[in-house]
């Protein structure tokens, strides 16, 4: 990384997730001005709000109306609606968009980036399924740009973020030198950034949590007490470590201590969506798509999905037996396996 | 230990959880009686209930009535007022009462128990603060009493176990031979046991996870959100595996991952009795003490002396900022260090 050249800032997506983030970097590029360009551009998806674009009423008040309502970006976030533009030049790009929209993004931008000094980090959630092989967002998007890429992951909830509120996060990247410019550019005093090297284990966490969320739900939904919750996390945590140390090299126990791991486990076995999804569908005779579509207004739960991935890629390799909580979460929610398996496919030992 | 005689057992303690445990001990007892003798004896501080005596309501009716109601013990547990009595030619030992008995408890059994064919476990809370030491409570038995102490901890709502809720827990022991006898006595299909040799590790978590606790109550108290939370829990178990590895011998990180490990401190930081006091003090301007008084009815909270020790033992060592966490959960109880610290104090970097 060049020193002598101030590094522009890009955001690839302009939800809920990714408002918050550019605010974070936004006051960051003008607290670090020897480092960074003051301007941080944002991409966003043009849509027409009471008749105006989104990107120029962002411009005007300075505010994600419709993703981030409330909530001051900071008067140095551009919004541009056009992907090339908001990319051209730039030497950071901040990935924070829904990840079936990755691959077609990255290959627009792919003759738009200079190759040299500029480098990307991935806040997309989920593995990519392709082939029975589940592949890694970020190593996908150094494929295709053929820049580094790190990523970043951990306990945030979005609108937590954008109102200060304490909270942690874990960067991981190849090279210590991305470490320096990416802390810099995301910690503050209430988002503490913590760089690790693992990027594979954050996020084989980053997937994985939700397929857990979804075996707390199951055993909320049963009314089952806080024993079986704990068991449910517990062995969740165990086989998401399990899961990444099996499949993918270079993936570290201490990386489940992290943000990204047991903190963002947490989180989302206590409050996220897929969690209340999947509690409602075992109080429920519906199927988890009926459930899906009455409680999230046409978004998708993250969670079905990988759990589904998940079930094939282990499937394929003859190892269901393994993994019995990511398994029987699949089984509940698609193979009409009893709810009550959430609990009994914890036993171990038979003693009899 | 000789396989040709069968196992007496002794229960030390008849509290909520001492009751549920016999319980359990009870079944196993009956279903391994090549094992066991089928008669577990359990040690009842008698009290009066309604003029009548609390053992002889046990062994009439089988229910603990004042401290596990509406639980059948199993016909073949038998209260018993007198310890020595109790304990008398036993061959394993199960210590469930609070720490403050343990020594006066052991002193008196020391001539009445085996020295051979003789084993104990504690499920005993806490470490024992002396002399600015920190002990292990399984290990000041084995002092006292000459045998071998295996330890069991677990996130275990007592009476979620005494209804049959599934749930886990950990044994932790020297011998691998007094691990498969354990095992015997406390698996169920419902009581999840898995064996471990870090006996330090799991007598640490047990303790140090109801500080972790006060500070998950007094960001609560705060009303501080999820990523809060999860940041306090986090470096809750971090900061645990710190002083285990630090201070303790034979200290495995693998342990963090058992049940007395992250399971154990998910559930204290979610509706634990620490929890709520320290929440409760936040919102208030009483002394820990009043709120204790108020909330427990005469009951003491085990975290707030855990909190003390640590931060003696700590500061005897110089060593009170390595552990940023259990020292702020201290000075906010005990030195009127405001609340908010317990964000605060979790921030890492400074990159001004």
Redesign the interface.
């Known amino acids: 990384m060049s020193t002598h050249q101030k590094q522009r800032i890009t955001i690839i997506g302009s939800g809920n997730w990714g408002s918050a983030i550019a605010r974070v970097c936004a006051a960051n590029a003008r607290k ?1 001005s020897d480092t960074f360009e003051p301007e941080v551009r944002m991409w966003v998806y043009e849509e027409q709000i009471d008749g105006q674009n989104l990107t120029d009423i962002i411009n005007q008040k300075h505010e994600n109306v419709k993703y981030l309502p409330g909530i001051h970006l900071g008067d140095n976030v551009k919004a541009i609606p056009d992907v090339k533009e908001a990319a051209k030049d730039t030497n950071i790009l901040v990935f924070v968009l829904p990840h079936q929209f990755v691959y077609g993004v990255c290959e627009t931008l792919c003759d738009v980036i200079p190759k040299e000094n500029c480098r990307a980090i991935s806040l997309i959630k989920g593995l990519d399924y392709r082939d029975e092989n589940l592949l890694i967002f970020s190593e996908e998007i150094e494929k295709i740009l053929g820049i580094h890429c790190a990523a970043l992951s951990g ?3 979005a609108s ?2 954008a ?1 200060e ?4 996060a874990t960067i991981a990247c190849r090279e210590s030198s991305d470490g320096d410019l990416f ?2 550019l995301f ?1 503050t ?1 209430y988002f ?3 760089v690790i090297g693992d990027w594979r284990g954050l996020q084989v966490c980053g997937a994985l949590k939700n397929v857990v969320a979804l075996g707390a739900g199951i055993s909320e939904g049963l009314k ?8 449910v ?3 969740g ?2 086989e998401m ?1 399990k899961f990444g140390k099996s499949f993918f090299g270079g993936v570290h ?1 201490e990386t ?4 990204c791991g ?3 486990l ?2 989302s076995c ?2 996220g969506r897929n969690k209340k999804v999947a509690a409602a569908f075992v109080q429920s005779d519906k199927s988890i798509e009926e459930i899906e579509k009455e409680m999230l207004n046409g978004q998708k739960l993250q969670g079905t999905t990988t759990s589904q991935e998940v079930f094939n890629f282990l499937k394929a390799r003859d190892m269901l037996d393994e993994f019995p909580l990511l398994t029987t979460v699949y089984r509940i929610i698609y193979e009409k396996e009893p709810a009550e398996s959430i ?2 496919c ?4 038979k ?1 009899d």
């Open positions: 670090f306990a945030n909830i937590e973020v109102e509120q304490f909270g942690e802390l810099k910690h005093d503490d950034i913590t089952y007490g806080n024993n079986t919750r704990a068991a996390i517990r062995r945590l165990v470590r126990t489940f201590f992290e943000s047991v903190a963002d947490i989180t206590s409050g609990a009994l914890l036993r171990t030992h003693l």
